[in-house]
T-cell receptor, first 114, second 115 residues
Framework: EPEVTQTPSHQVTQMGQEVILRCVPISNHLYFYWYRQILGQKVEFLVSFYNNEISEKSEIFDDQFSVERPDGSNFTLKIRSTKLEDSAMYFC????????????FGAGSRLTVL | AQSVTQLGSHVSVSEGALVLLRCNYSSSVPPYLFWYVQYPNQGLQLLLKYTTGATLVKGINGFEAEFKKSETSFHLTKPSAHMSDAAEYFCAVSDRRNAGNMLTFGGGTRLMVKP
């Protein structure tokens, strides 16, 4: 069964460093997403991406964050100048279409900022 | 703005007992409704969804959920719990007025199944 692949599974970084989380969505999917879950809190929407541009973003997704689809397969989340409060599990997801279409999630990348 | 409330962050049942996980939402219009399950070290997997039509929806692994508009609820049930059902369950909604697919999640309910 097709799956969304995320790397790394766990990354530890120092405060102030830049981090890139990578995702390979399902090949025929057109919509891509990043969500995050801070330990003990809800899964929160960060951003959705369609047709090579951001289609929606939450208040969390400020200038510190950026997304990119540098080639036909990867979808990346860049976090500049990481802060302690960026420590979380980051989930990538993709879907064939928008609307009620089902998202397929990856297993997540755990980011720990020291 | 939408919100989702899952009553009970932890639910414990005996194997073979009824599973009931509660979900209530707040939205100005009835949203699309989803239940996702997360097993340890895995991503979120869709159990079932409601978009339109029959309000009782059946999902994978014997789970089902009923959309009750009057109660703004979408509770998840399974008649008989199995040990393999132990996981975290997330209720989520999305605004049907949006072309995108932004999900708003509840806080999750960890289901424990006792032998």
């Amino acid at each position: 069964e097709p799956e969304v692949t995320q790397t790394p599974s766990h990354q530890v970084t120092q405060m102030g460093q830049e981090v890139i989380l990578r995702c390979v969505p399902i090949s025929n999917h057109l919509y891509f997403y990043w969500y995050r879950q801070i330990l003990g809190q809800k899964v929160e929407f960060l951003v959705s991406f369609y047709n090579n541009e951001i289609s929606e973003k939450s208040e969390i997704f400020d200038d510190q964050f950026s997304v990119e689809r540098p080639d036909g397969s990867n979808f990346t989340l860049k976090i500049r100048s990481t802060k302690l409060e960026d420590s979380a599990m980051y989930f990538c997801a993709s879907s064939v279409e928008g609307g009620a279409n089902v998202l397929t999630f990856g297993a997540g990348s755990r980011l720990t900022v020291l | 703005a939408q919100s989702v409330t899952q009553l009970g962050s932890h639910v414990s049942v005996s194997e073979g007992a009824l599973v009931l996980l509660r979900c209530n939402y707040s939205s100005s219009v009835p949203p699309y409704l989803f239940w996702y399950v997360q097993y340890p070290n895995q991503g979120l997997q869709l159990l079932l969804k409601y978009t339109t039509g029959a309000t009782l929806v059946k999902g994978i692994n014997g789970f089902e959920a009923e959309f009750k508009k009057s109660e703004t609820s979408f509770h998840l049930t399974k008649p008989s719990a199995h040990m393999s059902d132990a996981a975290e369950y997330f209720c989520a909604v999305s605004d049907r007025r949006n072309a995108g697919n932004m999900l708003t999640f509840g806080g999750g309910t960890r289901l424990m199944v006792k032998p």
